[in-house]
T-cell receptor
Framework: AQSVAQPEDQVNVAEGNPLTVKCTYSVSGNPYLFWYVQYPNRGLQFLLKYITGDNLVKGSYGFEAEFNKSQTSFHLKKPSALVSDSALYFCAVREPGNNRLAFGKGNQVVVIP | NAGVMQNPRHLVRRRGQEARLRCSPMKGHSHVYWYRQLPEEGLKFMVYLQKENIIDESGMPKERFSAEFPKEGPSILRIQQVVRGDSAAYFC????????????FGPGTRLTVT
């Protein structure tokens, strides 16, 4: 069964510093990988996805993620964090052949001014 | 293009009552998914529907929960005889087709069972 691990509960970073949110996955076959962001009392907003092709994927709001097959990872990165990036970030994976997303437990990102 | 719509946003039910949660997918989307988010946890898949068909209900509790997506109108997630453990945020998502498409999420319905 597909699964995602987001090992850190909270990530604290100073404004202007690089931001990394870690994600590792387990899936049969080639994964479809996604990052979503959730602001308080809101639904999830799609940030980016990896399906195939270039391992470095660029998404919304300056975020990018790198697919690493050997390490089964899909870490989310942003070169320079903003206070407005403070939110809950979810990594998700889908196996080819089914449509259900398996989510990690989420990482709370706190960007300190 | 309006996003995924869910109503109500907040729903309070007493134990034993029924809860009905509605979801209207984005225009042009024929695939609907329901997820549940318990406090301090990630989202858990419940059910995947296309128009008039349940495709995957592997995440649905065996009793009291049902879902439909009729030919006309919104998708409905129905919880009968609610218990306190049903208190959660229920999110609906939609996608245009299945091949690698991201799912677009609604704002959620927060169900509180008293």
């Amino acid at each position: 069964a597909q699964s995602v691990a987001q090992p850190e509960d909270q990530v604290n970073v100073a404004e202007g510093n690089p931001l990394t949110v870690k994600c590792t996955y387990s899936v049969s076959g080639n994964p479809y990988l996604f990052w979503y962001v959730q602001y308080p009392n809101r639904g999830l907003q799609f940030l980016l996805k990896y399906i195939t092709g270039d391992n470095l994927v660029k998404g919304s709001y300056g975020f990018e993620a790198e697919f690493n097959k050997s390490q089964t990872s899909f870490h989310l990165k942003k070169p320079s964090a903003l206070v407005s990036d403070s939110a809950l970030y979810f990594c998700a994976v889908r196996e080819p052949g089914n449509n259900r997303l398996a989510f990690g437990k989420g990482n709370q990102v706190v960007v300190i001014p | 293009n309006a996003g995924v719509m869910q109503n109500p946003r907040h729903l309070v039910r007493r134990r034993g009552q029924e809860a009905r949660l509605r979801c209207s997918p984005m225009k042009g989307h024929s695939h609907v998914y329901w997820y549940r988010q318990l406090p301090e946890e990630g989202l858990k898949f419940m059910v995947y529907l296309q128009k008039e068909n349940i495709i995957d209900e592997s995440g649905m509790p065996k009793e009291r929960f049902s879902a439909e997506f009729p030919k006309e109108g919104p998708s409905i997630l129905r919880i009968q005889q609610v218990v306190r453990g049903d208190s959660a945020a229920y999110f609906c998502a939609s996608s245009p087709n299945t091949a690698g498409d991201e799912q677009y999420f609604g704002p959620g319905t927060r169900l509180t069972v008293t």
